[in-house]
């Protein structure tokens, strides 16, 4: 298992509060956070333990640059609070404003990156296109033709062990009881709105809930009749143990992304690249996808038949309120990492930086990222249910976006005005013929 720094349990067991937020990771933690600032009562509940699965399990990039535009606004709010967070808190979360550096040996890269420059200083962001002259200086141990380079001075990088964690004990300390190891099993309803939510510990009374359960959320939504369209697609990483300094921060190759770790080593993984089995969810939702399948992501997709058929978030199941839910029977999906990507990232990363070849594996790991149609997630309030929001789907992208998703939630759980367009992130897009953007990275 992966090291996750620990949190101790809530002492009390709540029987009511004004919000329930439901799922530890870190767009949970964060909301909770958020609301407890602001002095509501808060209860999370986390099947399992806080950070353990995807948001413990990332690359711990925190980035604004290269973002699909839609999430722009909401990754330069997420960096503030970020830059904002270890103080707050009085932790250290591993946040380090180190920069990201993308480098590439293709100038249709370079170009591409130009035109999304273009559009993101519309947002109020910028970031500099290096010549390959540029990014060599930057980067004088690599190997490796460069067309170019993308360097984000105002980006960073943080400790996944460590940040959701540290959240949700700063928002115990501002009053919210945090459970865990207590699955939700479904949504209490009363007068045609939410009133609270059953967990295997019994009701807890609540106006509004907040269902942020990443891989589990679309199955917690087919159990309430919501049409949540999510696969989840198993992405590979590893950490080595110390090794030379190639780098400060992150940095993106076409073949490889690396994070200076704060223990000495690199958290290695291939971009983009991952596997998705064949299971009941992802069979019905097949149609939303088809234009992610049909792109370049066919060839970075493996697809496979795995035990996800029969346990799991993507199985085919139905409960009661009063059963063992598939929650409580996967406390932590902890799924088996591909030994086909971990060879590929370690001869990517050698062949660019010949100092790091040889370097050891300490650890090797995979979680499940529950990724949507257009890569972008789903921040909305459920028409059909009133009281309830979601904030799921984050395409591998929630780790940087969660202490902004967080404000968020916050400001749509409190009926404030949002500080920009909520528009894309609409829940009701897969349903209502919007034409949604064609992905093009994950």
Excluded at 71 to 86: D, F, I
Excluded at 301 to 319: D, N, T, Y
Excluded at 344 to 358: H, Y
Aim: proline share 5%.
């Amino acid at each position: 298992m992966l090291r996750i720094d620990e949190v101790i349990n809530s002492e009390a067991f709540p029987d009511r509060c004004d919000v329930v937020v439901i799922g530890g990771g870190i767009v949970g933690v964060s909301t909770a956070y958020e609301l407890a600032r602001r002095g509501v009562s808060v209860a999370l509940v986390e099947k399992g333990i806080i950070g353990g699965e995807q948001s413990g399990r990332n690359w711990g990039w925190v980035r604004q640059q290269n973002r699909d535009l839609y999430e722009l606004p909401l990754a330069m709010q997420s960096l503030k609070r970020w830059n904002e967070l270890s103080e707050e808190l009085g932790e250290d979360i591993g946040f380090r404003r180190s920069g990201i550096l993308y480098g590439t040996e293709q100038q249709a890269d370079v170009a591409r990156w130009e035109a999304w420059l273009a559009r993101a200083r519309e947002v109020g962001f910028n970031s500099e296109i290096l010549t390959a002259r540029e990014l060599e200086a930057r980067i004088p141990s690599a190997k490796a033709r460069w067309a170019g380079g993308l360097w984000s001075v105002t980006d960073g990088r943080a400790e996944p062990s460590k940040a959701a964690p540290a959240i949700a004990r700063g928002a115990q300390k501002l009053g919210a009881r945090v459970i865990q190891n207590c699955a939700a099993r479904g949504l209490d309803m009363s007068g045609g709105r939410v009133s609270g939510v059953w967990t295997e510990r019994g009701r807890i009374a609540a106006n509004t809930v907040v269902l942020a359960g990443g891989a589990w959320s679309a199955l917690f939504c087919q159990r309430h009749g919501i049409d949540l369209p999510a696969i989840n697609v198993m992405g590979t990483a590893l950490r080595t143990a110390e090794a030379p300094g190639v780098i400060d921060g992150c940095f993106s190759a076409p073949n490889f992304a690396l994070r200076r770790r704060l223990d000495g080593g690199y958290t290695i993984a291939v971009p983009g690249y991952g596997r998705v089995e064949l299971a009941p969810q992802n069979l019905r939702h097949s149609v939303k996808f088809r234009t992610m399948f049909r792109s370049k992501l066919k060839k970075k997709l493996k697809i496979r038949v795995g035990s996800s058929f029969f346990h799991g978030p993507e199985a085919s199941a139905a409960w009661n309120d009063g059963d063992v839910t598939p929650f409580e029977k996967t406390r932590i999906l902890d799924p088996r990492p591909d030994t086909e990507w971990l060879a590929r990232a370690v001869q990517n990363v050698a062949r660019v930086f010949p100092d790091l070849a040889g370097m050891r594996i300490a650890h090797a790991w995979a979680g499940a990222i529950d990724t949507t149609p257009d890569l972008v997630p789903v921040i909305s309030k459920v028409e059909t249910k009133p009281g309830l929001v979601i904030a799921s789907g984050f395409s591998g992208h929630g780790f940087g976006l969660g202490p902004g998703a967080g404000m968020l939630v916050s400001q749509l759980v409190m009926d404030d005005a949002p500080q920009f367009e909520l528009r894309p992130y609409r829940l009701e897009r897969f349903s209502d013929g919007t034409v949604l953007n064609s992905p093009d990275m994950m």
